[in-house]
């Protein structure tokens, strides 16, 4: 298996509304299987029972650092588990949740062998939580996010600087980027500049052949 990681975050676009979402993650383990590649999908938090169903890589959107029991409404990682869910994103962009939490959850989701990928808007931010050793640390400039325009053309050195910032926290945790990576020559760039892997909602979500996407951009991992 590729070592690489490649994220498609389902987000709530309306493309992936109801059966759709399971129907894209087929088309990405399709394409995973093809290429001995692993992709990770992250549909919305209702579906994450039904899709994990059928596919093994399944992150959640986002968790709650809420407690087992009674905690009406929130989505807890040691439940999401028991649904086949095998890790989640941590302070998504539109989603940041304060610093004592994203700690919380690095630390649960390793004691459930669950894999954690804690998004960031900085080369600052990816150096303090990179120290809290969780698996992934994903660089997304926020105005990149969905402008279509890459994070790995645009701003190359938010990729390099993120990498070096992971580096100096010595421990295992590894980079991933996001934001506006549209085309197999994104994914390529990316991977040139030092990131394990990425991260892809609408490039992928709103592609009108979502197979042929999703290959073009594992192409670009094989090929590397
Ligand atoms: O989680 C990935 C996301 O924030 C990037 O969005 O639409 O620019 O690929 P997009």
Not at 106 to 118: A, F, G, H, W
Request: charged share 25%.
């Amino acid at each position: 298996l590729n070592s690489n990681l490649f994220i498609i975050n389902f987000k709530n676009y309306d493309e992936i509304s109801g059966t759709k979402s399971a129907r894209l993650a087929k088309s990405a383990a399709k394409i995973a299987k093809k290429h001995k590649l692993k992709i990770v999908v992250c549909p919305p938090q209702h579906l994450l029972a039904e899709v994990a169903r059928s596919s093994s890589d399944v992150y959640a959107q986002h968790l709650d650092n809420s407690k087992v029991g009674s905690t009406t409404g929130y989505v807890i990682p040691e439940i999401v588990k028991k649904s086949r869910v095998a890790g989640a994103l941590i302070n998504h962009s539109e989603h940041r949740i304060p610093s004592n939490e994203i700690e919380d959850l690095v630390k649960r989701l390793r004691e459930l062998q669950m894999i954690s990928v804690v998004c960031v808007q900085d080369v600052s931010e990816a150096w303090v939580y990179a120290q809290l050793n969780p698996d992934y640390i994903a660089i997304e400039p926020p105005e990149l996010i969905g402008s279509g325009k890459a994070v790995s053309k645009e701003k190359p050195e938010i990729i390099t600087e993120s990498v070096k910032a992971v580096k100096k926290a010595n421990n295992s945790t590894q980079l991933l980027c996001g934001a506006g990576i549209v085309s197999g020559t994104d994914v390529s760039k990316a991977l040139e500049l030092g990131a394990k892997g990425i991260l892809v909602a609408s490039g992928i979500v709103k592609a009108k052949n979502w197979e042929r996407a999703i290959e073009e951009f594992a192409l670009a991992f094989v090929r590397k």
